[in-house]
């Protein structure tokens, strides 16, 4: 069941080599499958009456090009499977003449606001979607914290940070992870592809730190992030791929 709808990327919206910024593509994909799903048993207004929230626990992204401002863009979702805990939902954001942009693959689970715990999924609500069960799950790559990090910056979270399910939403994390990459850096390179786990929750007023090594390696640039607290005990893993502009 594919669910699409047209963006005006605004300039609000992009960073200063006008590219369409991270955290905001995030917005976009919460956005569009929020709509596809409001009005039924899966959106976060039915979910919260029920004491649930979606919480997503991996993404993969490829990114062929992010989108400029002022570019109509077409953002399109679907919901292909799950088993019993784990959702899975794509994303595709293409131009006017049908290239894309961005894909994306996404895990989720169900999530009790109260208990903080993840729940079984909700068999009636994924036929009433129309979503089928899966004997094969999608693979993700597997992401490990590294021994050590070259660099590492604490942060606070505060309550603009937060989202429906009271603890720091999705793009928010990539805010900490670029502020830990130098300017020049930033202004001289662009993201192709992006792999993050999300482990535990962070939570108000917390001041966990985010950590990253930059490794190149000829023609090939990534950067390893974690967010961990005081403990090292980490709560979100990252790994960016990069091509120089």
Known sequence: M????????????????????LPAMIDLM?????????????STNALTKRGL????????????????????????????GYNRFLEYRNYVFTDQTGNELITVKSEWVLFDLKTRKLVSTDKEMMAELGIPLLKK???????????????????????DDLDTNHHMTNGHYF???????????????????????FNLEVRYGQTPYACVN?????????????????????????????RKI
């Open 30 to 42: 919460m956005s569009v499958s929020e709509h596809q799903l409001d009005s039924g048993n899966g």
């Open 137 to 159: 799950l999608p693979r993700f790559p597997r992401l490990r914290v590294q021994e050590n990090y070259e660099k590492k910056r604490q942060y606070r979270v505060r309550y």
């Open 175 to 197: 805010n900490w992870f670029l502020d830990t990459l130098d300017r020049d850096f930033l202004k001289n390179h662009v993201v192709k592809t992006i792999d993050i786990k």
């Open 2 to 21: 594919k669910y699409s709808e047209k963006h005006i990327v605004n300039y609000y919206e992009c960073d200063e080599n006008k590219n369409l910024k």
């Open 53 to 80: 929230g979606w919480v997503v626990t991996q993404y993969h992204m490829e990114i062929a090009r992010l989108p400029h401002p002022n570019e109509e863009i077409i953002l399109t979702t679907e919901p292909f």
């Open 214 to 242: 930059l490794i190149k390696d000829g023609d090939t640039i990534k950067s390893f992030h974690a967010i961990a607290d005081e403990d090292k005990k980490d709560k979100a893993v990252c790994e960016l791929t990069w």
